[in-house]
């Protein structure tokens, strides 16, 4: 063992021992010993050279290491600026695996060697700090750029310090500032961060809903924050936020107000009610800062009451408080009605008028901000059209003139294009249909009007709108997180799943793929709830083996009918777990899935659409649960030994026949082991549980600006000034949020779209090789970003000349693919038809052929015959067809295309026109393969009945039939013809790009 110490000339060797301290150089203390060298060998300038002295093993190790390295990319081998930005997976390394951590003695004392004693007994101000970089300047590129950068610091800072503070706190772990109360009344304070739980303790809404609404309204909450911090008004601030789902709880981090211990909270509060409307702030300074915060989310003043009749106007809600902090700032605290009601929902569903559902489980129901931007832009579109036909209408009167000439046409049409006096005014309620504006049987006013309207446009439009998008896979979401984003881009609550499952029908067989993945989101969810409430009933060591009874109960009931049989007996001394049985749960999960998503599921939904996709739900629900899983291969029925044997040998990477004795003992062990599981997951397969965050980050303005500007201009035509806006957004993105950042992700899959556009092949494949190490490191390895990344490189990898690797790469996002979905995901058909395209090129003309015949099988189960994308895929059959020599083939699926074109976009489209020129081909060239066909077989049979004559040779007449059933096309030039290139070529005709995130944010 050496001790080593850091001095102003470098490193070196210490004479200290176990049980004694000496700063004395080691080689001058036991000079003369032996085995002992010079003193210069124990120092070194460098740390690493002096331990690559001391130790070979380390030197070769480090050599080895840096070697290794050096072939990486560089995003593959930073480190995360904070831990939260890191991937949790749901299948993590088992304790059999993993690597061993040993004990760091000098871990405990990395506060003390960063920051010194002072420091690490101190305490962070938070909000100091926050709102310190909430007012630098701004005025510059570059102020603008340190500031988003100091905010993402601080908001990744903040929301790992929360994290651990929130899990401490369900953990038992930290003491409450008031233990008398009941434990869901209980706060926290550690290192100047705040923590409350997720309950209506203090009975706030006990009209809405109680604990329910409490729940939600946590979530909203955040929801204001994001909103409040995109808007960045000066003079207003806003407390960091991070709401923590951890073991069943829900935990609210904020950072502290300065001053909101030391005084009452009604003294402080100058704007909107801390008691339910009792009493009411208006405080003229804050109502006059919150304009700008109401101009741009559509608010209009409104008058609002308290206990003693005074009336008092706000823009906000009045559950929405401001108050000044002993700093002098303005802060604005609980923002989660910072959007209007959905009316329509609470008048039908929150009420229990249905009675074959029951009510909504709370009233707090609103609307997203991204439906009120849709409404709000809808409504001036609308106004304007209807402002430049009335004016066009009163030029035309006003000239009284029925000779008017085309010239005057003109000037009518020039003035209904002046807006210059045209006037919109739009303004919504917050506190619409709420207690505070109760209508009591009035009218209803311009504000009411304007919400119920906007709440008719969620229901009566939007929905509706993505059901039509998601039947005809215009929209095709991968995954439940991929569902849940395309939804909250259009504005659409996940309250509405029921709503959408309803609107997809459920014996159409193009919609069965799509239906399938919003019920499984609906019950992923419920089941979530479930955990809820048991992970709240059971003590914490019971939590795996309550997640595994629960997802037993759901997924593997094939492999066990009663799994709760083999709960330990602690565990079969709760009642809750106990008592779960494979029906009690499908019962539960109907009743919660009527309650929460007014939608009726099936008696038998766990046959009919869980069994054969236990792994596609098993999977929702551990990722919404926050369960990590060991990595291993599960069964959901009683699996076959020959089977087993099998997987246990490929995942030893070992072939059967070439197994040693130890090898096949070892394989024998872990047969045995699987075939004596007794349920498809343990409680040991359940090796952690992580925290889920919801955070309140900042966004960056400016790279956002740059890269829509961009996108923008690529989609003009203008290439070069879109790359040029792109890659600037990138710089600012990786000035920002860092190299591992899912933003930074998203700007280098658009760049090298750009770049593969524009014919740089090296350059695309670059720079979507980054995008895919990014989002494997950021949002998990089986996101659907990471495998719609991975399928672009492929195509980006192919058209580089790269096919073998292509070929590799499909394989890999197919893995991916089928661990997240089921086959007949409409966009698999892409993926198989690119596969042929490179199969293709690589002369592998009947392998290339089966994936083309997958890819028209898929398109025609999903969309029928008659659609755009399923003549295509004819097209592409057969030109694969043609390749592989079977012209009559070709010739029968070239004519289903050209029919469909034809009769779909007449003679005159490019389409059509193509199609046609390629039949002509084919059935000239299958008319004369089929006579000279004819022929050689005329002549086999001539020379078989002279039996004096020399007879052929099978193989001859083989080959000569296989050189003439080509036709007169030469290989190369029909493969040319056909890709547009030659063979291994770099841009195939007929590959298409995965369909992904077109410059769409996440």
Same mark, same amino acid.
């Given at each position: 063992t050496y001790h080593i110490t850091c001095a102003r000339s470098g490193f070196y060797v210490n004479s200290s021992t176990l049980t004694r301290f000496s700063t004395e150089a080691y080689g001058e203390a036991f000079a003369g010993q032996t085995g002992v060298r010079s003193s210069e060998?124990?120092?070194?300038?460098?740390?690493?050279?002096?331990?690559?002295?001391?130790?070979?093993?380390?030197?070769?190790?480090?050599?080895?290491?840096?070697?290794?390295?050096?072939?990486?990319?560089?995003?593959?081998?930073?480190?995360?600026?904070?831990?939260e930005q890191a991937a949790t997976p749901w299948l993590v390394r088992g304790s059999e695996n993993r690597v061993p951590e040993s004990y760091d003695a000098g871990r405990p004392q990395d506060v003390y060697l960063r920051l010194g004693a002072q420091?690490?007994?101190?305490?962070?101000?938070?909000?100091?700090?926050l709102q310190s970089i909430r007012e630098m300047p701004r005025g510059t590129l570059a102020e603008r750029v340190l500031r988003d950068r100091q905010f993402h610091k601080w908001h990744s800072e903040f929301a790992e310090a929360a994290v651990q503070g929130a899990m401490a706190v369900v953990d038992g772990e930290m003491a409450a500032l008031n233990p008398g109360d009941p434990a869901e009344q209980h706060m926290y304070l550690?290192?100047?961060?705040?923590?409350?739980?997720?309950?209506?303790?203090?009975?706030?809404?006990?009209?809405?809903?109680?604990?329910?609404?409490?729940?939600?309204?946590?979530?909203?909450?955040?929801?204001?924050?994001?909103?409040?911090?995109?808007?960045?008004?000066?003079?207003?601030?806003?407390?960091?936020?991070?709401?923590?789902?951890?073991?069943? $709880?829900?935990?609210?981090?904020?950072?502290?107000?300065?001053?909101?211990?030391?005084?009452?909270?009604?003294?402080?509060?100058?704007?909107?009610?801390?008691?339910?409307?009792?009493?009411?702030?208006?405080?003229?300074?804050?109502?006059?800062?919150?304009?700008?915060?109401?101009?741009?989310?559509?608010?209009?003043?409104?008058t609002v009451a308290d206990a003693e009749g005074a009336e008092h106007t706000l823009y906000t809600s009045i559950d929405v408080k401001g108050l000044t902090g002993t700093d002098g700032r303005r802060y604005l605290l609980d923002l989660y009605r910072m959007t209007p009601v959905d009316v329509e929902f609470l008048e039908a569903e929150c009420d229990g008028k249905d009675p074959a559902l029951p009510a909504y489980p709370h009233r707090l129901v609103l609307l997203r901000p991204e439906l009120v931007d849709i409404f709000w832009e809808n409504s001036i579109r609308k106004a304007v059209q209807e402002y430049a036909a009335d004016k066009a209408k009163a030029a035309e009167d006003?000239?009284?003139?029925?000779?008017?000439?085309?010239?005057?046409?003109?000037?009518?049409?020039?003035?209904?294009a002046d807006l210059s006096d045209f006037e919109f005014n739009l303004e919504l309620c917050p506190d619409s249909f709420t207690a505070s504006q109760s209508l009591d049987g009035a009218a209803e006013g311009p504000l009411e009007t304007a919400v119920r309207q906007a709440s008719k446009l969620l229901r009566e439009v939007s929905v509706p709108a993505l059901a039509r998008d998601l039947a005809a896979y215009t929209t095709s979401p991968l995954s439940g997180e991929a569902l849940t984003t395309a939804m909250h881009q259009r504005g659409i609550n996940m309250r509405y799943l029921g709503m959408l499952a309803t609107l997809l029908p459920a014996d159409v067989e193009s919609a069965r793929n799509v239906r399938r993945l919003v019920v499984f989101e609906m019950v992923s969810r419920a089941v979530k709830h479930i955990l809820r409430r048991l992970f709240q009933q059971a003590p914490p060591e019971l939590h795996a083996e309550a997640f595994a009874l629960v997802v037993n109960a759901l997924v593997g009931t094939r492999y066990c009918a009663a799994p709760a049989e083999h709960l330990s007996a602690q565990?079969?001394?709760?009642?809750?777990?106990?008592?779960?049985?494979?029906?009690?749960?499908?019962?539960?999960?109907?009743?919660?899935?009527?309650?929460?998503?007014?939608?009726?599921?099936?008696?038998?939904?766990?046959?009919?659409?869980?069994?054969?996709?236990?792994?596609?739900?098993?999977?929702?629900?551990?990722?919404k649960a926050g369960a990590q899983l060991a990595l291993q291969q599960y069964h959901f029925a009683k699996p076959d030994e020959a089977a087993v044997h099998a997987e246990v040998v490929a995942a030893m990477g070992a072939a059967a026949g070439k197994l040693t004795k130890a090898a096949k003992r070892t394989v024998r062990e872990r047969v045995d082991a699987v075939l004596a599981r007794p349920l498809a997951v343990l409680a040991?397969? $359940?090796?952690?549980?992580?925290?889920?965050?919801?955070?309140?980050?900042?966004?960056?303005?400016?790279?956002?600006?740059?890269?829509?500007?961009?996108?923008?201009?690529?989609?003009?035509?203008?290439?070069?000034?879109?790359?040029?806006?792109?890659?600037?957004?990138?710089?600012?993105?990786?000035?920002?949020?860092?190299?591992?950042?899912?933003?930074?992700?998203?700007?280098?899959?658009?760049?090298?779209?750009?770049?593969?556009?524009?014919?740089?092949?090296?350059?695309?494949?670059?720079?979507m090789t980054k995008a895919v190490i990014i989002s494997e490191r950021t949002v998990g390895l089986d996101n659907p970003l990471t495998i719609h990344n991975y399928l672009n490189l492929a195509l980006y990898e192919h058209a580089h000349g790269n096919t073998l690797l292509a070929l590799r790469l499909m394989r890999h996002a197919m893995d991916l693919w089928n661990l997240v979905n089921s086959p007949d995901h409409p966009d698999l058909a892409t993926a198989h038809n690119n596969i042929g395209v490179m199969l293709q090129s690589l002369g592998r003309y009947e392998d290339a052929l089966r994936f083309f015949q997958s890819c028209l099988e898929i398109r025609v189960?999903?969309?029928?015959?008659?659609?755009?994308?399923?003549?295509?895929?004819?097209?592409?059959?057969?030109?694969?067809?043609?390749?592989?020599?079977?012209?009559?083939?070709?010739?029968?699926?070239?004519?289903?295309?050209?029919?469909?074109?034809?009769?779909?976009?007449?003679?005159d489209d490019p389409r059509t026109k193509e199609t046609a020129e390629w039949l002509a081909e084919l059935t000239v060239n299958a008319v004369r393969t089929a006579k000279l066909s004819k022929a050689v077989q005329d002549k086999i049979r001539s020379l078989a009945a002279t039996a004096d004559l020399v007879h052929v040779d099978r193989k001859d007449a083989a080959a000569a039939g296989d050189a003439t059933a080509r036709g007169n096309l030469p290989i190369d030039d029909l493969l040319k013809f056909i890709t547009g290139s030659s063979r291994g070529g770099p841009k195939p005709k007929g590959a298409h790009r995965a369909k992904g995130p077109k410059g769409a944010r996440r």
């Open positions: 060998f124990y120092a070194a300038h460098s740390l690493v050279s002096l331990l690559k002295r001391l130790s070979p093993k380390f030197a070769q190790g480090f050599g080895e290491l840096q070697s290794a390295v050096a072939q990486r990319e560089p995003v593959e081998t930073l480190p995360f600026v904070a831990s420091a690490a007994d101190s305490l962070r101000d938070w909000n100091e700090e550690r290192d100047n961060v705040f923590y409350s739980k997720g309950f209506d303790g203090r009975e706030t809404f006990t009209g809405l809903g109680g604990d329910a609404a409490a729940h939600a309204a946590t979530g909203k909450d955040i929801t204001g924050v994001r909103l409040l911090n995109q808007l960045d008004v000066e003079g207003l601030s806003t407390l960091g936020s991070v709401v923590v789902d951890y073991r069943g $709880v829900r935990v609210v981090a904020q950072s502290v107000v300065p001053g909101i211990f030391r005084r009452q909270d009604t003294t402080q509060i100058v704007y909107g009610s801390i008691d339910s409307g009792s009493t009411v702030g208006s405080d003229p300074e804050f109502h006059k800062a919150l304009e700008p915060v109401a101009k741009a989310l559509h608010f209009g003043a409104h006003g000239e009284g003139d029925a000779k008017a000439d085309a010239a005057e046409g003109e000037e009518a049409k020039a003035a209904a565990a079969k001394a709760v009642p809750a777990l106990a008592e779960l049985t494979p029906q009690s749960l499908a019962a539960e999960i109907r009743a919660q899935v009527a309650q929460r998503f007014r939608f009726a599921l099936a008696e038998d939904f766990v046959e009919a659409l869980v069994a054969g996709s236990e792994h596609i739900l098993l999977r929702e629900v551990c990722l040991a397969d $359940v090796l952690n549980f992580v925290a889920r965050a919801k955070v309140s980050a900042h966004s960056a303005s400016l790279a956002d600006e740059a890269f829509e500007a961009g996108r923008l201009s690529l989609e003009q035509g203008q290439k070069d000034l879109g790359l040029e806006l792109l890659l600037e957004s990138l710089a600012l993105h990786e000035q920002t949020f860092g190299f591992l950042h899912p933003e930074t992700a998203r700007c280098y899959a658009v760049v090298s779209l750009a770049n593969y556009e524009a014919g740089e092949y090296a350059l695309a494949a670059d720079f189960a999903l969309l029928g015959t008659e659609h755009v994308l399923v003549a295509n895929a004819q097209h592409s059959l057969a030109k694969a067809h043609a390749v592989a020599g079977d012209f009559k083939s070709a010739v029968q699926a070239e004519r289903d295309a050209y029919k469909f074109f034809l009769a779909r976009f007449g003679a």
